[in-house]
């Protein structure tokens, strides 16, 4: 095969709230400091390592985060490679831009775009390049999209799952379907069937053939294409040329209606953090608890507890399965079996249009 370019292209866009009070719409999940002294945001470009190099990884965000992106980027990103939509319009959109972009500076259809989320953890960093490579390959020599699926450990109802089919020599697999997220029976018959993976959001193509997809299954988004290409370096036209694209997820758009989707399963370990009570399963514990308090912490009779407190001494006495956070301006202490409910307190902040989310 000719020789091609591999991109990598992190979408940092989200404006997420589930870690509240620590992220807030100013500053969304991806650009904390959870499980590191760096920021998701980095870590996601970082673990790309010698496979994509900093001339050739990408981000792609709201024009809003251009400081927080590039502060949380520094060092492992070529200063030029930001990509900044005008304003978020859903996943679709955002790769669509993404690819004009990389077209507008001279990316062929023969090269290869990795996909990936900027706000989830993975360890193991050479299990990560070792499938974004076998991805690689398949995109190439099979000329479809190549998703990437993540084993299933529990009947999770928070995923969205895919169905697999025949799968190849190389252990790539045909995708039979792309599932909403299930009730828990239905998430129970997927664990049991062991075809299905869970939907990590991430995926591996030629542009050539994303640009096909999109052309067949989203043309009122891909008649914008050239469109983009040609307004590339000039804010104002991309702005008004990405006001017309459809505010749709990639999945919805062009993922479930194709048929050139295969999937490779992740070689490497994956959690979405997708609230508080998630910590504990990527933070090492201490005394029967986890910890963020760089000041000191000390318990008596408590365990299971999460305390994030960057900065600050905390005590836990005779207290069990609780998640305490402060961040010096707002302090919230709740089960963990309730983690989910932080969306309330958000709601209702919002409504009051307070200036803490």
Partial sequence: MSQYTLYGLVMA???GTRFWPESTSKKPKQYLSLVSEKSLLHASLSRFGDLIGTDKRYIVTVKMQESLAKECSEGEINPKNFIFEPAGRNTAPCILLA???LVAEGARDED??????????IKN???FQKTIEKASAAARSEGKIVTIGITPESPHTGFGYIKAGDGNTDGVFEVNQFVEKPDKVTAETYLADGNYFWNAGMFVSTIGTLKEEFNGHAPEMFTHFNSLVSAHGNDQRIAEVYDQIPAESIDYAVMEKSNKVMVVPAEFDWNDI??????ESVLPSEDGNTWVADNGHFQLDASGNIAFAPGMHVSLIGVEDLIVVSNGKSVVVLPKSRSQDIKKIVAQLKEQNSDLV
């Fill in 13 to 15: 866009g989200g404006q």
């Fill in 274 to 279: 997708g609230s508080w009570d998630a910590l």
């Fill in 99 to 101: 690819l004009a972009s």
């Fill in 125 to 127: 960093t050479s299990g």
């Fill in 112 to 121: 290869v775009v990795s996909i990936v989320t900027s706000d989830h953890v």
